[in-house]
């Protein structure tokens, strides 16, 4: 690494942003559009822009309508909004009369990469290792490596920063038990993320198990059915939770993921949060009606031959530990904990729809520790304008996308409120007030004292170079 050329970005900028997925690609189409202009870096270290790619299965959609993209539900009138993406397709007419308010999966990717390939000021094929506070420059200090074509390290540079924006998202998650086989080459184990990369492999294999219930596991198990023999399918479907529960989707359930529930439940205390987020699973965690309607249709139509389908799915079943047997086969270890029963299954390929984890910001901001303020749990405290808690000896602003749920709630990671916080974040950063925002967006009223706005940020705004 040190032999590597330094490139210094010499300019200071007003934001640069870490990561660009659909959390700061919105950040960065807003900050497009603010009057006068602001100073911007985005870096991401992927080469190009891509969402989820290993799940974008054939008529998979999106779980909200496509007014949630990047920019509408801010700015309507944006010149990076998925109509105006249409228009220079010239797909317009043909989306009007497919009448589809949930858009394909595959289409909301190419939409995001549309807006990425045509936005200045994004950096791609960089990695950003480190973040500090230079209190003599007054100016945050970004540490970035420019990454080549196979993600080796080319050169290392450094981003000058009145403020930063975290927008780094959540990488797979696999249980304990399972890590060892998931990096063995000589089995098909895969996680979720992964799978249609390697859907082939897992076709070719006799018997599959797909691990975990939610909306991954859910569109791979109709994926593998589709494409199975009916009579021979040789698939399980194994979960932890109690059932293949839906995922709320009822409209007064979906105010969950308004700006006034945000606001709601930023202001509960830190106890009361934390004992709601897990009661809130089924709002973000469980399946979608649709999903679950096309699982069943499948499975009936693999019963026309005459017979049952082989298909195996069972709740409320954990995996204890997991094997090799032979070269190639894996032996997973079961329990049934309302049955007290345990068992052994012999499969030949393993995919684990086993979720993602917020990735920890503590690596990235270790040279900011001793400004950093942290509550009971541990956990970084975020203020109502997403800006982490500083030792007030720090005049910049540290902004954070998709790690809030602890301070925010499960709308965190919602695509639905992507455009209103990215607003939110350039309203408190500007001290103006760029993007106007609704006073109320929920017909119902959380709490007893439903608040009235405020939009405009109550405190004084991050620190820029020139007045917008
Ligand atoms: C399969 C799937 C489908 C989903 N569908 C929906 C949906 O329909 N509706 C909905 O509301 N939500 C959905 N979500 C949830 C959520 O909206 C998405 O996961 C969304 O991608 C979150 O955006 P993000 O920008 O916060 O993070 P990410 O999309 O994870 O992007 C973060 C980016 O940061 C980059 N990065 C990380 N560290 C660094 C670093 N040190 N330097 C440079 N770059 C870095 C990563 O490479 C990545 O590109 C879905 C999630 C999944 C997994």
Known sequence: MT???????????????????????????LADGVPGGLATAFFEQRRNFSWHSGLLIDGATLQV?????????????????????????????PFYFAQNFHIHRAEYDAYCRWVSDNLPGLHFGHRVDAVRWNPGTELFEVD???????????????????????????????PEALRPLVSSPSVAVVHSSDYLDSRDRVLACEHVTVIGSGQSGAEVFLDLLRRRTPGAEA???????????????????????????????????EQTRDELVPRQW??????DAGTIAAIHDELYRHTLHGGWP???????????????IATTKVE?????????????????????????????PGPLLAGLTP???????????VDSDYRLILDSEVTGSVYVQNAETHTHGVGAPDLGLTAWRAAAILNSLTGKAPYPMPRRTAFTSFGMNRPVGPELPDRPPARLARTT
């Not at 196979?150 to 009145?162: I, K, L, M």
């Not at 082989?310 to 090799?324: E, L, S």
């Open 3 to 29: 032999a590597m050329p330094a490139t210094e970005l010499d300019q200071p900028h007003d934001l640069v942003g870490i990561g660009v997925g659909p959390a700061n690609l919105s950040l960065a189409a």
């Open 144 to 174: 970035f490596t420019q990454l080549g074509l196979d993600g080796e390290p080319e050169t290392a540079g450094r981003a000058h920063a009145r403020n930063v924006v975290l927008g780094v998202g959540s990488e797979p998650y696999v």
């Open 235 to 269: 698939i399980h479907w194994l979960s932890r939770t109690e059932s293949f529960a839906p995922m709320e989707y009822s409209k007064l359930g979906l105010e969950h993921f308004t700006p006034d529930y945000t606001r709601y439940f930023h202001a509960l205390p």
């Open 310 to 324: 082989d298909a195996v799915i069972t709740p409320g079943v954990t995996v204890r530990t997991a094997g090799r």
């Open 371 to 381: 400004y950093l303020r942290h509550d009971s749990s541990g956990r970084l405290r």
């Open 65 to 93: 309508p496509f007014l949630a993209d990047l920019v509408t539900l801010a700015d309507p009138a944006s010149p990076w909004s998925f109509l105006r993406y249409l228009r220079s397709r010239e797909r317009l007419y």
């Open 282 to 287: 089924q709002l973000h965690k469980g399946i």
């Open 332 to 360: 997973l270890h079961l329990e049934h904990r309302q049955q007290s029963a345990r068992s052994c299954l012999t499969t030949d390929a393993v995919v684990l729809a086993t979720g993602y984890r917020d990735r920890p």
